[in-house]
Structure formats: C-alpha cells, structure tokens
C-alpha cells in the first residue's frame, strides 16, 4: 500500500475472519439426546440465532453498518446452481474426489449464508472478491473451470510476476522418465494419484511405505537441482556483497496431510525403529533440505530454508 494511503487505512475498522466463524455454536452445553428431544424436529434451542453469530463475528466492528466484504481465495466463496440432481453437481467424481467437493459445497454455503446475515443485521455495502482462479470449481453444479460471470478486473499471471508480487511458478522440465507415451512432469498428478496414500492414512499406517512413485522422485530431484544452482548464486551473492536477502524457497504442494508427511520424509529425513530398541535418524534425499547430520536431527537446516 503506498505511504501516502496508510493514514487512511487506520481510520477503517476491520475484521479478519474466516469461514469457521460463521458456524452457529451451542450456546448451552447440552448432551445430543437432550438437544433432540427438546428440538422436536424444530430449530435448535440451543444454537446461536443468525442474529448472534452475526454480533459475535463483528463485535469488533461496533455499530458500524454498510460492510465492505473482501473474499480472499474467493474461488470457495460462491452459491452453487439451483436445481439439478446429485450427479449434475458431482458427475464422474468417486471416492476422495468426491467427498472433498461436497465438503468443499458445504463450507462455500456457510460463507455465503453467513454473509447473508451480517447483510440482515448490519447491510453489506458491497463485497470484492479477489482469487487467482476466479472459477467454479467440481461440485458447484457449473463446468469445472468456467469463469466467474462477475469478473471485473484481470490481472495476468505474468504482471504479478513481473511486479514482484508472487513468486515465479516453476515445472519440472528435465523429463527424464523415458516414458514414450508423452511428458509425463507436464501432469504429473495423474500418473501418480493411484500410488499415494487416500486422507486421513494414520502415520503408523504409513511406517512400511517410506518410497514414494518413481515419477515423484525423478520431478523433486529435477527441480532440486534446478533449486540448489539458485540457491548456490544466491550464496555467492550474499557472500559478496550481503544484503539480507532471503534464499529462493523451495515449496511442494500435496492434495492431503498423508501425502505431505511421505514427501517430508523423503525431502527431509525420518526417524525408523531400529533392529533392537530406539530408532535410527533416516537424512533426507534433497542434501539442502535434511534435517540430519552425522546420523543426528541437526538442530538447524543444514543449507536452505526449510
């Protein structure tokens, strides 16, 4: 924000929340079978009214009235198309697919309801929504991927990276699979998804299956290495002439916590039951991300952030 805008800024009341803010709570503990037989099928006497959700989320805001609403990542915050089966909201999706767009509907009507009744209570003067994927997503009842019809401002890819505000997206390039059936690091997810594990895997469950898909391998040691050059020039300027820069960042993106704790692992090293008693401390693959040193967990990474 420039200099000049910020004494406005300060002058503005502001609420930073997300969408678990907008499920009612109980307002009286009470035991389910209790909660059942005093509703009688009706509204649940014990659950906070739209009104004081609404006075809970913004007390922070006061009396003020006429919300401005900033959706962040705003591609989750939409209503769904009225009418229409099951299968028209969720055609061909089975399995985790399939259970994560419903959850993804369910939490999109909660942010949307709940904005509904801050606009009861309080009025909404207007709401920005603001998404690098201004599209509807699998289970909103619309194509996948169709754009927002409420698209009002663009700003490519391409000039945020040339502005400095994000950071530069990178794919593996050195496609040394062999395969003959096409690149397979173009779309790796889809030569990969069968081989890792489904959500919600206990770690224990994961103990025998520390390896991960030949595929996966060979695309974090091709970008590592693209990785460890950057970070090896950002040293030698650092060394030179130091500016307190930070290191170039290294990020791997999973569909589930399972999976992101198998490619952790891999990156940075793991702990395994040894023969006897104890365990054995297991360095990572990727040398400037490993956590252990000397058959140790080293106390602080070895090269690159971590």
Request: aromatic share 8%; proline share 7%.
């Given at each position: 924000?420039?200099?000049?805008?910020?004494?406005?800024?300060?002058?503005?009341?502001?609420?930073?929340?997300?969408?678990?803010?907008?499920?009612?709570?109980?307002?009286?503990?009470?035991?389910?079978?209790?909660?059942?037989l005093?509703?009688?099928?009706?509204?649940?006497?014990?659950?906070?009214?739209?009104?004081?959700?609404?006075?809970?989320?913004?007390?922070?805001?006061?009396?003020?009235?006429?919300?401005?609403?900033?959706?962040?990542?705003a591609?989750?915050?939409?209503?769904?198309?009225?009418?229409?089966?099951?299968?028209?909201?969720?055609?061909?999706?089975?399995?985790e697919?399939?259970?994560?767009?419903?959850?993804?509907?369910e939490?999109?009507?909660?942010?949307?309801?709940?904005?509904?009744?801050?606009?009861?209570?309080?009025?909404?003067?207007?709401?920005?929504?603001?998404?690098?994927?201004?599209?509807?997503?699998?289970?909103?009842?619309?194509?996948?991927?169709?754009?927002?019809?409420?698209?009002?401002?663009?700003?490519?890819?391409?000039?945020?990276?040339?502005a400095g505000?994000?950071?530069?997206?990178?794919?593996?390039?050195?496609?040394?699979?062999?395969?003959?059936?096409?690149?397979?690091?173009?779309?790796l997810?889809?030569?990969?998804?069968?081989?890792?594990?489904?959500k919600?895997?206990?770690?224990?469950?994961?103990?025998?299956?520390?390896?991960l898909?030949?595929?996966?391998?060979?695309?974090?040691?091709s970008?590592?290495?693209?990785?460890?050059?950057?970070?090896?020039?950002?040293?030698?300027?650092?060394?030179?002439?130091?500016?307190?820069?930070?290191?170039?960042?290294?990020?791997?993106?999973?569909?589930?916590?399972?999976?992101?704790?198998l490619?952790?692992?891999y990156?940075?090293?793991?702990?395994?039951?040894?023969?006897?008693?104890?365990?054995?401390?297991?360095?990572?693959?990727?040398?400037?991300?490993?956590?252990?040193a000397?058959?140790?967990?080293?106390?602080?990474?070895?090269?690159?952030?971590?």
């Amino acid at each position: 924000m420039p200099p000049e805008e910020r004494e406005r800024l300060a002058h503005a009341k502001i609420v930073i929340t997300n969408f678990h803010s907008f499920l009612r709570r109980d307002r009286v503990k009470a035991a389910k079978v209790t909660k059942q037989l005093l509703a009688d099928g009706g509204p649940n006497p014990f659950q906070e009214t739209p009104e004081q959700m609404v006075r809970r989320v913004c007390r922070a805001l006061g009396t003020k009235k006429g919300i401005v609403v900033l959706n962040d990542e705003a591609h989750h915050c939409y209503r769904h198309r009225v009418g229409g089966d099951e299968a028209d909201f969720f055609p061909a999706l089975k399995g985790e697919d399939r259970q994560a767009a419903k959850e993804r509907e369910e939490h999109a009507a909660v942010w949307v309801s709940g904005l509904e009744a801050v606009n009861a209570k309080l009025g909404v003067k207007s709401v920005f929504d603001l998404s690098a994927t201004p599209f509807f997503l699998s289970g909103s009842g619309y194509p996948e991927g169709t754009l927002f019809p409420w698209v009002v401002s663009d700003f490519s890819l391409i000039d945020a990276i040339e502005a400095g505000l994000v950071k530069v997206p990178r794919v593996p390039v050195a496609d040394d699979t062999g395969a003959t059936g096409g690149p397979v690091y173009r779309n790796l997810w889809a030569h990969i998804r069968e081989d890792l594990p489904k959500k919600n895997v206990r770690e224990q469950e994961l103990t025998g299956q520390r390896s991960l898909p030949a595929a996966l391998e060979g695309a974090l040691h091709s970008l590592y290495s693209n990785y460890a050059k950057s970070y090896e020039a950002w040293r030698s300027r650092e060394a030179e002439q130091p500016t307190g820069s930070t290191p170039p960042v290294f990020i791997v993106v999973c569909n589930n916590t399972s999976v992101s704790k198998l490619v952790f692992d891999y990156v940075a090293g793991w702990e395994k039951p040894a023969a006897g008693e104890g365990s054995v401390c297991v360095p990572g693959e990727l040398g400037l991300f490993s956590n252990v040193a000397d058959g140790e967990w080293s106390s602080r990474p070895s090269g690159a952030t971590k």
